[in-house]
């Protein structure tokens, strides 16, 4: 596990609490970028061009420039450094959890779990800024979560194919 800033590592901070593959494509996706973003500049522009090439110049920037400012309030106002994986890892950490569960809940309208999983995290007068760029966040990816997971190749497409077929009833006509 990685830390955001530098600062001695505590027991249980890196505990993993699950497999990103057991998370919604939204929070998987959430977790990719946000990985990617502390990890270094260059994986950085892996976010970048994620974004690039499923929408375009503009609405590429506008999503950037909402993630930058998105993660930055995370900075800024935490109780202490946050925790994420590296990069390729399938493992999931209690901080990211967390900053997954925010995303899900902002998304869906839950301001108040949302709320309270933040409080957890960042200092109480950031909880109303940090949830509501959660929701902004979060609605913005959510109707191309899964297929910007293909992109990262996080989630193999034919092999999804395949299992919902497996999985789908069969039917005659």
Not at 21 to 49: G, K, T, Y
Not at 53 to 74: D, I, M, N, P, V
Request: proline share 5%.
């Amino acid at each position: 596990m990685k830390r955001a800033r530098r600062s001695p590592a505590r027991p249980g901070r890196t505990k993993v609490v699950g497999l990103l593959e057991a998370v919604s494509p939204l929070e998987q996706l959430h977790i990719w970028m946000v990985r990617r973003w502390l990890d270094d500049p260059e994986s950085q522009q892996e976010v970048w061009n994620l974004l690039a090439g499923a929408y375009g110049g503009a609405r590429a920037k506008t999503q950037l420039r909402t993630f930058e400012t998105y993660l930055s309030e995370w900075e800024l106002s935490a109780q202490r450094p946050l925790f994420h994986g590296q990069v390729g890892c399938p493992c999931l950490g209690r901080d990211e959890k967390r900053l997954a569960d925010v995303m899900r809940y902002a998304t869906v309208g839950d301001q108040a779990s949302a709320a309270n999983v933040a409080r957890e995290l960042v200092r109480p007068q950031a909880v109303s800024t940090i949830v509501r760029q959660a929701a902004e966040q979060g609605r913005s990816l959510s109707p191309e979560a899964h297929a910007l997971l293909c992109r990262t190749r996080l989630i193999d497409h034919t092999q999804m194919v395949r299992k919902a077929i497996a999985e789908a009833p069969s039917r005659l006509h």
